[in-house]
Nanobody, 126 residues
Framework: QVQLVESGGGLVQAGGSLRLSCAASGRTFNSYILGWFRQAPGKEREFVASISWRGISTNYGDSVKGRFTISRDNAKSTLYLQMNSLKPDDTAVYYC???????????????????WGQGTQVTVSS
């Protein structure tokens, strides 16, 4: 089992940047596939990015490609999301998620992930 705690959210102007962190505790961090999702009021949870257990393979949602970068530091048991060129449409609660290796499913589907953090609010003003 793994526990996830996000941090780094806040209020930023359009065009600005934020870096989210997700600290993990529990079982071996590098045995998990990790992802970031976001959810705006009245909308479904949306895939943002995912990263493989060694950090070699990354995937991004179409709306954030070229602006956001996912990374992980297995030595620190921490997942990151660097967000640049932020837009008001990026306003949402951002969640990190984890799923242990060996489970089948699609990395962009929230149902694939078994473990979730509590979320951190990101608000982008125009």
């Amino acid at each position: 089992q793994v526990q996830l705690v996000e941090s780094g959210g806040g209020l930023v102007q359009a065009g600005g940047s934020l870096r989210l962190s997700c600290a993990a505790s529990g079982r071996t961090f590098n045995s998990y596939i990790l992802g970031w999702f976001r959810q705006a009021p009245g909308k479904e949870r949306e895939f943002v990015a995912s990263i493989s257990w060694r950090g070699i393979s990354t995937n991004y949602g179409d709306s954030v490609k070229g602006r956001f970068t996912i990374s992980r530091d297995n030595a620190k048991s921490t997942l990151y999301l660097q967000m640049n060129s932020l837009k008001p449409d990026d306003t949402a609660v951002y969640y990190c998620a984890a799923q242990s290796l060996g489970n089948s499913g699609n990395y962009y589907d929230p149902r694939f992930y078994h473990y979730w953090g509590q979320g951190t609010q990101v608000t982008v003003s125009s």
